[in-house]
């Protein structure tokens, strides 16, 4: 197993080439399929958001086996996500785990907008929600700072 150093050093060269239309796609064919079946030694665990335009072994240029990733929206984290990130550490040897976030979070802007999330949704943003109402009470500090120095 690689160092957590080298493992992020693979993510940010595998984000590089992906980021400059160059892609490598490497570990996808059948070879590396079959290697599966032997188990499985992923570098680097990923929690990311579910939205479908942030596909981290895409993103980060990566194959079959090199990645554990963990999706939902809003990139909540619950005890069955830390189950998971805990089983990827101990058990399978990931030296790495990456928080990926990203721009545009529907579920963040359901939390952002607030009112009534119908169906399961709710549970997404009740998660979500005390992230935003830390950073709104953050901004009104700020605000509130903003105006006592110009007094
Ligand atoms: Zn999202």
Known sequence: MVSKEKALELLIEGNQRFASGNPAYPNQGAERRLEGLNGQSPFAVIIGCADSRIPPEIL??????DLFVIRVAGNIIDDAI???VE???AHLGSPLVMVLG???CGA????IDGGEAPGHIGALVEAIQP???AIKADEADLLRQSNTSKC
């Open 102 to 104: 990203h721009n545009l």
């Open 87 to 89: 089983y990827a550490v």
């Open 108 to 111: 963040v802007q359901a939390a």
């Open 82 to 84: 830390l189950g998971s």
């Open 131 to 133: 992230a935003v109402d």
């Open 60 to 65: 980060m240029d990566q194959g079959i086996g």
